[in-house]
């Protein structure tokens, strides 16, 4: 069966600060993978999605980027943290079932 | 007009009772439907998943579709306090990307 991980689970960062949330899934091949943010009392804001290695798109302009080194693994990083980066951040991945599967989140607090 | 509307509550209903959750929708080209759960700093789980207008059931969980009036149901018989959680609807064109998602309806279950 398949199963989808992040880390770390939860995240507190200074403002200015590097990031870097990993996600990998198993047990399955070439998965469509997402990166979600979802703030507090709000819906599901799709950040970037990948279709294979390499491959990165960005729904939402910002200061944070994305990153598939392998088939299985992505990165959501960024430079420098703003406050309004807060959020619980969500990956995702999408088989040929047409549905998507989520991870258990990272909540990050920046201060 | 957003893509997806979904009624926030919270909705309150005592254990035992039928619950009805709701989405409309904008865009007549969505052919995928899906119900996620998501418990407090959790990841959504996929409850539900419909292809094009009809009904499945699962056990306690009835999912509707009427692409006519652009409008998907979720129904919870007997309720239990364990189906305490936000529940969002989400639907897709097709493989891959264009997955959109209802901000969400927090449901309490009281015993």
């Known amino acids: 069966s398949q199963t989808i991980h992040q880390w770390p689970a939860t995240l507190v960062q200074p403002v200015g600060s590097p990031l870097s949330l990993e996600c990998t899934v198993e047990?399955?091949?070439?998965?469509?993978l997402y990166w979600y943010r979802q703030a507090a009392g709000r819906g599901l804001q799709l950040l970037f999605y990948?279709?294979?290695?390499?491959?990165i798109s960005s729904e939402v302009p910002q200061n944070l980027s994305a990153s598939r080194p392998q088939d299985r693994q992505f990165i959501l990083s960024s430079k420098k943290l703003l406050l309004s980066d807060s959020g619980f951040y969500l990956c995702?991945?999408?088989?040929?079932?047409?549905?998507?599967?989520f991870g258990p989140g990272t909540r990050l607090l920046v201060l | 007009q957003k893509e997806v509307e979904q009624d926030p509550g919270p909705l309150s209903v005592p254990e035992g009772a039928i619950v009805s959750l709701n989405c409309t929708y904008s865009n007549s080209a969505f052919q995928y439907f899906m119900w996620y759960r998501q418990y407090s700093r959790k990841g959504p789980e996929l409850l539900m998943y419909t292809y094009s207008s009809g009904n499945k059931e699962d056990g306690r969980f009835t999912a509707q579709v009427d692409k006519s009036s652009k409008y998907i149901s979720l129904f919870i018989r007997d309720s239990q306090p364990s189906d305490s959680a936000t529940y969002l609807c989400a639907m897709s064109f097709n493989y891959g990307q264009n997955f959109v998602f209802g901000p969400g309806t927090r449901l309490s279950v009281l015993p």
């Open positions: 995702a991945w999408a088989g040929l079932a047409e549905t998507q599967y």
């Open positions: 047990g399955t091949s070439n998965p469509n």
């Open positions: 990948s279709v294979g290695i390499g491959q």
